[in-house]
């Protein structure tokens, strides 16, 4: 599986964008890039998943340039309760691969007042 | 609710007990995952069910693990002689197909302290 390198941690404020860029220099062509949200005492959350370009949802948008060797995830007009920690995963998601995710350590997303 | 459930929320166990973590997926979920979460790192990935079968136990740490899930639906993780290195929390998560690229729902885990 693609190892990836994210920031620790992060800091921003309340009503900014925060943008979370994760390198996965060894991704396969079959590789998807996945994020997940995890807040205390909870399990992580699906957030959004790419293979190309730029996907967008209701809660965050996800780019993704040509050589796919790293991805950005943009958070628009965060708020407090965006504080988690972001997890960016990349794998065979087809069942090609390992059907197990595989997290690293995570970015600690801090969003103050 | 119509998410993923897990009992108990908290466990405390003394060194050498025997344990067991339950999971309750979403309904009609085919596969069933568990991972384990110590302090401060993400999940890591312990064992895979699609329907009753464990097609993946790679992850498990030990013969003192076990997990099984016999009607294709709800999963016991058991840990035997529990020990100190134990204390995690021990996620379940499901999906509703296999070999797709659906995500993972995830339940909010099992806190396991072992003194």
């Known amino acids: 599986l693609a190892k990836t390198t994210q920031p620790i941690s992060m800091d921003s404020y309340e009503g900014q964008e925060v943008n979370i860029t994760c390198s996965h220099n060894n991704i396969a062509t079959n590789d998807y890039i996945t994020w997940y949200q995890q807040f205390p005492s909870q399990g992580p959350r699906f957030i959004i998943q790419g293979y190309k370009t730029k996907v967008t949802n209701e809660v965050a948008s996800l780019f993704i340039p040509a050589d796919r060797k790293s991805s950005t995830l943009s958070l628009p007009r965060v708020s407090l309760s965006d504080t988690a920690v972001y997890y960016c995963?990349?794998?065979?998601?087809?069942?090609?691969?390992?059907?197990?995710?595989?997290f690293g350590k995570g970015t600690h997303l801090i969003i103050q007042p | 609710g119509a998410g993923v459930s897990q009992s108990p929320r908290y466990k405390v166990a003394k060194r050498g007990q025997d344990v067991a973590l339950r999971c309750d997926p979403i309904s009609g979920h085919v596969s069933l995952f568990w991972y384990q979460q110590a302090l401060g790192q993400g999940p890591e990935f312990l064992t895979y069910?699609?329907?009753?079968?464990?097609?993946?136990k790679s992850g498990l740490p030990s013969d003192r693990f076990f997990a099984e899930r016999p009607e294709g639906s709800v999963s016991t993780l058991k840990i035997q002689r529990t020990q100190q290195e134990d204390s995690a929390v021990y996620l379940c998560a499901s999906r509703q197909r296999e070999g797709d690229y659906n995500e993972q729902f995830f339940g909010p885990g099992t806190r396991l302290t072992v003194l």
């Open positions: 069910f699609q329907n009753e079968a464990q097609l993946d």
């Open positions: 995963l990349v794998g065979d998601m087809g069942g090609g691969g390992a059907d197990g995710l595989t």
